[in-house]
């Protein structure tokens, strides 16, 4: 499989061919105790056969097998690791570039909501402080007037004080 093929694989995909490649390994594994088995086999056959050139070459033989498959088997490890290695990497630069463009939409939302919140806060203290200046004229108006009506009733009764004497 190439690596286009491979970065277009899911998840499951993914671990489907690790799944496969774990069985391609039991088996090899399995291939390997059968070859040292046969080598055990051939090692008693060797003294049978009572020829030691032709038990080398026999022996020889598996011993090439069994390097072939693991060969084989390392070479298919490497090339499946470099690949994860290089899947892995992509999802995560892309995952820390979706990250970085939420967190940058967020920073702009906040800021978008601080300044409005600014915004009604300067509102409701122009309210308040309009009502209280309101409130306040209201108050001396009053007191102006309670004034003026004291005054007004002070000479009242310096009149009507007066009069009786």
Known sequence: MEDKELRKLNRKELLEILVEQSREIDSLRAQL??????????????????????ASLRIHQVFEAAQ???QAYL???????????????????????KAERMIARAE????EMEKEAERR??????QADAAAQAYWEELF?????SEEAYAGMETLLGELGEKDV
């Open 33 to 54: 105790e059968q070859m040292r088995q046969q080598l055990s086999e051939r090692r008693f056959m060797l003294n049978e056969a009572g020829s030691i050139a032709e």
């Open 68 to 70: 072939e498959a693991a």
């Open 75 to 97: 070479e298919n490890i490497q090339d499946l690791s470099g690949r994860q290695k290089a899947i892995c990497a992509q999802m995560e630069k892309e995952s820390r570039e």
């Open 108 to 111: 702009k939302k906040c800021a």
């Open 121 to 126: 806060c300067g509102e409701i203290s122009a």
């Open 141 to 145: 108006s009053k007191t102006v007037s």
